[in-house]
Every structure is written in C-alpha cells, then in structure tokens.
C-alpha cells in the first residue's frame, strides 16, 4: 500500500508532461499538413539520379 503513495503522483506527472507536450505540438504546428508528408514520399526527382 505505500508504493500506491510514490506511485499515484509519478503517474500523474507523467500523464501532466504527456498532455503538456501534446497541447505544445498543436500549438507550433505539427498537425497542420498531415498529408504534405504523404505525398512527398511518391515524388521522385529525376535530377539526383545519375545517368
């Protein structure tokens, strides 16, 4: 029953960190283009390519 004590606030500060660091990504940005990365990984540049 005393590890419940030490255990209940560690995960309560890790599930804080977790939400902190997702509310941190919407706001910069990270899901603005979710298909952008998608679709650049069909283009080829024939230009790299040697001949």
């Known amino acids: ?3 419940m ?3 209940i606030p560690i995960a309560l500060f890790m599930a804080a960190v977790g939400l902190a660091a ?3 990504s919407l706001r ?3 899901f603005e283009d979710l298909e ?3 679709h650049r990984v069909l283009i080829t ?3 790299d390519v040697a001949s």
């Open 1 to 3: 029953m005393n590890v």
């Open 5 to 7: 004590i030490v255990l």
């Open 22 to 24: 997702f509310f941190w």
């Open 28 to 30: 910069s940005g990270q």
């Open 36 to 38: 952008g990365a998608a």
């Open 45 to 47: 540049d024939d230009d």
